[in-house]
């Protein structure tokens, strides 16, 4: 397996949907593909219905604008993403295992989500100021799940002492690396290997420092006799 720095190149074939959601769905793909392909600048409504083989009228029945498009194809970035995260965290007893697994969750999912991050980076600024705020509050929300779960272990003390707000966002980020620097981590380590070596990095920064041991009285040296 090898990390992907392509952006949509190629959707898999998706059969002809029979409801108002698949139909939804269908129109979220090709949009994530056809902006990520042409851009969304150069991608207009009339150009699109016709891909996807609709009226102009009857997209207009799924958007209210061109921006809709993009917050479609971007909708499943986090989705539902924090709950699971907290879900999967309560199965655990151990904090140190809560926060682990909960890290597992949220790389795997931007793994499989990887070319929606990379597109929401790149388009984000032609996202209305509402889904540009509602995506911030999302991903802000998941960082305090893994900031929670921190200062819950250092309570414990199963953690040292660290800013907790910011190592949650450090795991936020990393998570978006595969999407951001795919093209450089090529060659180099495939996806479970680096989901493993991000957790271990995380560990590693939160386990407690050695005890220090008690400090030993200092020798004075005599200065030699002079002769």
Request: hydrophobic letters at 40%; a positive charge.
């Amino acid at each position: 397996m090898t990390l992907r720095d392509e952006t949509i190149s190629a959707v898999p074939a998706i059969s002809k949907p029979r409801g108002a959601k698949e139909r939804r769905e269908h129109l979220a793909a090709m949009a994530g593909k056809l902006i990520a392909e042409r851009g969304f600048e150069s991608l207009s409504v009339n150009v699109f219905a016709e891909d996807v083989g609709m009226s102009v009228g009857g997209m207009y029945r799924y958007i209210k604008t061109k921006s809709d498009l993009l917050v479609m194809a971007c909708e499943g970035i986090y989705g539902n993403l924090r709950d699971r995260i907290v879900h999967i965290a309560a199965g655990e007893r151990n904090v140190l295992n809560k926060l682990r697994h909960a890290m597992q969750a949220y790389f795997d999912a931007c793994g499989t989500n990887q070319d929606l991050i990379l597109l929401m980076y790149r388009e984000y600024r032609h996202l209305p100021k509402d889904t540009q705020r509602r995506y911030q509050e999302r991903e802000e929300a998941i960082a305090e799940v893994f900031a929670g779960l921190i200062r819950s272990g250092m309570r414990r003390g199963a953690f040292r002492a660290v800013n907790a707000a910011v190592i949650g966002r450090d795991i936020v980020l990393l998570g978006h690396m595969p999407a951001l620097k795919g093209w450089s981590l090529r060659g180099h380590i495939d996806p479970v290997q680096l989901t493993r070596e991000q957790i271990d990095l995380v560990l590693g920064r939160l386990a407690p420092a050695e005890k220090r041991r008690p400090a030993t009285k200092a020798i004075l040296l005599r200065k030699p006799k002079r002769k």
